[in-house]
T-cell receptor, first 119, second 111 residues
């Protein structure tokens, strides 16, 4: 598609439920990022994929958070046993990388986000 | 998580006025970016800066990459109502691409 597409746009979950959030990156973009944005805050990094490889998951707040990108395109962020503090907007972004070893001037393009509310 | 120090947190200005906001970091970045976010939308890239000292313009927007590589500013000239939104700075250490974001500057423009 023309831009990064995320679904669902809104999700309400009861505490303890599992949720899955989907991201369709821009076609051809090899890098995919997940960010968490709490109300009134800037986005905070969760995890990063280059193709299907998860190169950095240092921002995942707990082992309840899991992300995958099995075929190097669509990605899913899964949150198990949701807690109220998980309520936030989850943003997906993709970027192109020019060539291996060259400065990465392919910038991030963000989707509209998935707003998760945990009751 | 780590965030940049962005100021001011909010601004209320009259249409036509110029606006300035800035970001500082305790660490060096190799790339500085400025994004704008409207309610219910994802951040949209405004300006990207790749070299220390670089000054780049995009229409009425001008941004600079600080010489120390620890700061950046964004200026908006002759503000208009559609400039309303939240502006975020973001820095990147290396080619890995992970961005660190500031807390945002909320801009309100009175017609």
């Amino acid at each position: 598609g023309a831009g990064v597409s995320q679904s669902p746009r809104y999700k309400v979950a009861k505490r303890g439920q599992d949720v899955a959030l989907r991201c369709d990156p821009i076609s051809g973009h090899v890098s995919l990022f997940w960010y968490q944005q709490a109300l009134g805050q800037g986005p905070e990094f969760l995890t990063y994929f280059q193709n299907e490889a998860q190169l950095d998951k240092s921002g995942l707040p707990s082992d309840r958070f899991f992300a995958e990108r099995p075929e190097g395109s669509v990605s899913t962020l899964k949150i198990q046993r949701t807690q109220q503090e998980d309520s936030a907007v989850y943003l997906c972004a993709s970027s192109s990388i020019k060539t291996s070893g060259a400065p990465n001037t392919g910038e991030l393009f963000f989707g509209e986000g998935s707003r998760l509310t945990v009751l | 998580g780590q965030q940049l120090n962005q100021s001011p947190q909010s601004m209320f200005i009259q249409e036509g006025e110029d606006v300035s906001m800035n970001c500082t970091s305790s660490s060096i970045f190799n790339t500085w970016l400025w994004y704008k976010q409207d309610p219910g939308e994802g951040p949209v890239l405004l300006i990207a800066l790749y070299k220390a000292g670089e000054l780049t313009s995009n229409g009425r927007l001008t941004a600079q990459f600080g010489i120390t590589r620890k700061d950046s500013f964004l200026n908006i000239s002759a503000s208009i109502p559609s400039d309303v939104g939240i502006y975020f700075c973001a820095g990147r250490y290396n080619q890995g691409g992970k961005l660190i974001f500031g807390q945002g500057t909320e801009l309100s423009v009175k017609p």
